[in-house]
């Protein structure tokens, strides 16, 4: 059984900060169709950006 991805940002496979890659990893989905949902989820009204920033900031550097 192997332990699963920490919950950190990945630097390696960044755009802009890694945050999208990260959580990709950590869940494990694509990361192309997190980061094609989270553009598309920025049409929507709501604290997208403001999520995206909170993450940026207290997600650790993987």
Do not use: E, H
């Not at 920490?6 to 890694?18: C, L, P, Q, S, W």
């Not at 169709?33 to 598309?40: D, F, M, Q, S």
């Amino acid at each position: 059984m192997t332990s699963p991805a920490r919950f950190a940002r990945d630097t390696n496979n960044k755009v802009i900060a890694g945050v999208c890659s990260g959580l990709a990893r950590r869940f494990g989905i694509s990361r192309t169709a997190l980061r094609i949902a989270a553009v598309v989820s920025c049409i929507l009204p709501g604290p997208q950006f403001i999520a995206y920033i909170v993450l940026w900031i207290f997600m650790p550097k993987g």
